[in-house]
């Protein structure tokens, strides 16, 4: 933040008097790199109510003051921004995604990630060292990176992983924490496991193999995240210390031994992806950005799907029995699609969660889940990183997509053309 300097603009005030010149009629020049973002309806991200005439002032690249307009002390000189009639709230943080993997694609892959209103997205589990080393560049109009580098999984014979980078297929203990060694030393932000058996096609991970990758990873610093299926694979991984699930239960309803363990491990993290509820949706707002001929292949897809409505709804009562019962969910949407954040979260609302708890989800929550102390929320000392909406998420969650502009540390993100 800028500190003004009293003592200089002191004596620029007696110089001017000793010379007999006036200085009261003269304007006050223009404060640099600070502007005012004035009357919008402000969502903080903390699940607090909104502020419904806000002022929030930033500094290059940071929030400095918050309040209701006209509680706000905004720096004389600094520009000044209308936002009466929108709503303002932080960008989504995406802790489950997809990356490409040349380095060309995955640039403007952020860049539309950022034109859609993300700030941030994780890679799990399927990246070359070369993108993982793009993690912690600041890339202009673009998302903020992250990588689990390479998963580990047990063999799976015969599957394709293209055009991803395959992970590592293990038989024993050793290759497991061989396996973390490596990406440790890569410094990866954390371990990707898959303990999923892909409807019987394969053996899967056993707590014989994925027990010592977790204590291999935990005394590197590193925490692990989970793609599960299956509730009793929930449960063993529970009971061996993994920090996060990549996915929800998705065989049968939670039941009352899984609740008592989600109860023993507070610090643990759902990341639900719920994988789509099997039914058509509004495909409209992405006219304008997509290609009409992209457009017509998603209707193509568009239809009834009985058995994803089946699976959906095992889903959504999970997800809605952990968030009653104070687990923390954060966000993410799978696959390399960079608009999927905003149907991820009409999908949780779909769920049962109401518009202001799948908002903190998809900001505060996971940016909680990244380690990332400076973002996540509006507030004093975080990052200027904002969706200006041109109606309210709380009264219907689909106005996310309703993006009048996104800013990232500060600066509007150029939405002239998609990326």
Same mark, same amino acid.
């Given at each position: 933040?800028?500190?003004?300097?009293?003592?200089?603009?002191?004596?620029?005030?007696?110089?001017?008097?000793?010379?007999?010149?006036?200085?009261?009629?003269?304007?006050?020049?223009?404060?640099?790199?600070?502007?005012?973002?004035?009357?919008?309806?402000?969502?903080?991200?903390?699940?607090?109510?909104?502020?419904?005439?806000?002022?929030?002032?930033?500094?290059?690249?940071?929030?400095?003051?918050?309040?209701?307009?006209?509680?706000?002390?905004?720096?004389?000189?600094?520009?000044?921004?209308? !936002?009466?009639?929108?709503? =303002?709230?932080?960008?989504?943080?995406?802790?489950?995604?997809?990356?490409?993997?040349?380095?060309?694609?995955?640039?403007?892959?952020?860049?539309?990630?950022?034109?859609?209103?993300?700030?941030?997205?994780?890679?799990?589990?399927?990246?070359?060292?070369?993108?993982?080393?793009?993690?912690?560049?600041?890339?202009?109009?673009?998302?903020?990176?992250?990588?689990?580098?390479?998963?580990?999984?047990?063999?799976?014979?015969?599957?394709?992983?293209?055009?991803?980078?395959?992970?590592?297929?293990?038989?024993?203990?050793?290759?497991?924490?061989?396996?973390?060694?490596?990406?440790?030393?890569?410094?990866?932000?954390?371990?990707?496991?898959?303990?999923?058996?892909?409807?019987?096609?394969?053996?899967?991970?056993?707590?014989?193999?994925?027990?010592?990758?977790?204590?291999?990873?935990?005394?590197?610093?590193?925490?692990?995240?989970?793609?599960?299926?299956?509730?009793?694979?929930?449960?063993?991984?529970?009971?061996?210390?993994?920090?996060?699930?990549?996915?929800?239960?998705? &065989?049968?309803?939670? &039941?009352?031994?899984?609740?008592? !363990?989600?109860?023993?491990?507070?610090?643990?993290?759902?990341?639900?992806?719920?994988?789509?509820?099997?039914?058509?949706?509004?495909?409209?707002?992405?006219?304008?950005?997509?290609?009409?001929?992209?457009?017509?292949?998603?209707?193509?897809?568009?239809?009834?799907?009985?058995?994803?409505?089946?699976?959906?709804?095992?889903?959504?009562?999970?997800?809605?029995?952990?968030?009653?019962?104070?687990?923390?969910?954060?966000?993410?949407?799978?696959?390399?699609?960079?608009?999927?954040?905003? =149907?991820?979260?009409? &999908?949780?609302?779909?769920?049962?969660?109401?518009?202001?708890? =799948?908002?903190?989800?998809?900001?505060?929550?996971?940016?909680?889940?990244?380690?990332?102390?400076?973002?996540?929320?509006?507030?004093?000392?975080?990052?200027?990183?904002?969706? =200006?909406?041109?109606?309210?998420? !709380?009264?219907?969650?689909?106005?996310?997509?309703?993006?009048? &502009?996104?800013?990232?540390?500060?600066?509007?993100?150029?939405?002239?053309?998609?990326?």
């Amino acid at each position: 933040m800028r500190r003004l300097n009293l003592a200089s603009i002191a004596k620029v005030a007696t110089l001017f008097a000793v010379s007999g010149l006036a200085i009261t009629a003269c304007s006050p020049p223009p404060l640099e790199g600070v502007t005012a973002y004035e009357g919008g309806r402000l969502i903080i991200g903390n699940g607090s109510a909104p502020i419904e005439n806000a002022t929030f002032v930033v500094d290059g690249s940071e929030i400095i003051a918050v309040g209701p307009t006209g509680e706000v002390e905004v720096p004389e000189g600094a520009g000044r921004v209308s !936002l009466a009639g929108k709503t =303002v709230m932080p960008t989504i943080i995406n802790t489950h995604m997809h990356a490409y993997q040349s380095r060309e694609e995955f640039t403007q892959d952020l860049k539309r990630r950022a034109y859609f209103g993300e700030s941030a997205a994780m890679s799990l589990g399927l990246d070359s060292p070369e993108i993982v080393a793009m993690r912690g560049e600041t890339i202009p109009g673009a998302a903020h990176f992250f990588s689990a580098g390479l998963g580990i999984t047990a063999p799976e014979p015969g599957r394709s992983f293209a055009p991803y980078t395959p992970p590592y297929h293990i038989t024993t203990p050793e290759e497991g924490r061989t396996a973390v060694q490596e990406q440790a030393a890569l410094n990866v932000d954390i371990i990707k496991i898959w303990v999923d058996d892909r409807g019987g096609q394969y053996a899967k991970l056993t707590p014989e193999l994925y027990g010592p990758i977790i204590e291999e990873a935990n005394t590197h610093g590193l925490r692990v995240t989970a793609h599960i299926f299956a509730l009793e694979d929930a449960k063993g991984l529970l009971k061996a210390g993994v920090s996060s699930f990549a996915h929800s239960i998705r &065989d049968t309803d939670a &039941d009352d031994e899984v609740m008592e !363990l989600f109860a023993q491990h507070p610090e643990f993290v759902l990341v639900p992806n719920l994988g789509g509820r099997g039914a058509p949706t509004d495909l409209t707002w992405l006219r304008g950005s997509l290609p009409d001929d992209e457009i017509a292949k998603l209707e193509e897809g568009n239809v009834e799907r009985p058995d994803a409505q089946a699976a959906f709804g095992i889903q959504a009562r999970n997800l809605v029995k952990m968030n009653d019962a104070g687990v923390s969910i954060a966000f993410g949407t799978d696959g390399s699609t960079p608009w999927a954040s905003h =149907v991820e979260m009409e &999908d949780m609302v779909a769920a049962g969660m109401t518009p202001m708890e =799948v908002i903190v989800s998809a900001t505060q929550n996971s940016a909680a889940f990244l380690r990332m102390e400076n973002a996540g929320t509006l507030e004093v000392g975080k990052s200027a990183d904002f969706i =200006v909406l041109d109606a309210n998420p !709380l009264d219907n969650i689909t106005n996310t997509r309703m993006i009048s &502009d996104v800013y990232l540390r500060g600066e509007a993100v150029d939405r002239a053309t998609y990326p």
